[in-house]
């Protein structure tokens, strides 16, 4: 740190440890400048609260209240503001929170993300200036909106995409496979990604990068799968998880 000319603040330091199993635990601490540095449950890190048993539950309740904080702002001035006016301060203030660093929700139970969706449809009604239980689905169409758990996956799947064709960083191209045959067969042009080991263990294991995207990427149409660019690919992504989620509702 010395050679890039930085330090660090002991009093803004914070040390997470995050146990490979829930059985396992060790009485950490870092002396440091006349500091003891201890474990914390919660750290933040560029705007994510990650806790130590990473159910991200802490995360989810500051995001929903931060948002919902936006929302009461943005009522009190809704009747000055046309639909397109009030759409747009949505989509930048709220619905981008939403998206910001979502892959990271990816595989966590439904209940976990559920006060995101309750945000969510909470700036549709407010975007359409409708009363609390006003139908939802129909406005999050109208909108083009995918619902946040479809946004997770549309941003997983998105990674997957650029891992495999080469833009991501290493680190992450490393965690994905093309799926070979060993001869020219019709399956060869399938685009499939090879799915990890099953020796992969811990209770995190089912929520891995390496796990998830392989699986969501196959369950893909083979239109999707084979997009012959990025841009393709989010278009056709974005219809395929727009039908999936809101065409029969």
């Not at 390496?210 to 990427?217: I, Q």
């Amino acid at each position: 740190m010395t050679t890039h000319h930085l330090k660090l603040n002991p009093s803004k330091t914070e040390m997470l440890y995050i146990p490979g199993s829930s059985g396992i635990r060790c009485d950490l601490s870092i002396p440091f400048e006349n500091t003891l540095i201890t474990p914390s449950t919660e750290a933040r890190s560029l705007g994510v609260v990650v806790d130590d048993q990473l159910s991200f539950m802490a995360h989810v309740a500051n995001l929903t209240r931060s948002c919902r904080f936006l929302l009461y702002n943005i009522r009190r001035i809704r009747p000055f503001l046309s639909r397109e006016a009030t759409q747009v301060l949505v989509q930048s203030l709220v619905i981008s929170r939403l998206d910001y660093c979502n892959s990271l929700l990816a595989g966590l139970p439904m209940r976990t993300i559920r006060p995101l969706q309750l945000i969510q449809n909470a700036a549709a009604r407010l975007v359409f200036n409708l009363p609390k239980f006003s139908h939802v689905t129909p406005l999050l169409r109208s909108l083009h909106w995918l619902p946040v758990a479809a946004r997770i996956r549309y941003k997983t799947l998105m990674l997957a995409y650029k891992a495999k064709n080469g833009p991501a960083p290493s680190y992450l191209r490393s965690m994905v496979k093309a799926r070979s045959v060993p001869r020219d067969l019709r399956a060869s042009s399938t685009a499939r990604l090879d799915p990890p080991s099953s020796r992969s263990q811990g209770k995190h294991a089912s929520r891995l990068f390496s796990v998830l995207a392989p699986r969501w990427w196959n369950e893909l149409p083979l239109s999707v799968r084979t997009a012959e660019s990025l841009a393709v690919f989010k278009h056709r992504l974005k219809t395929h998880l727009f039908t999936l989620h809101l065409s029969n509702h």
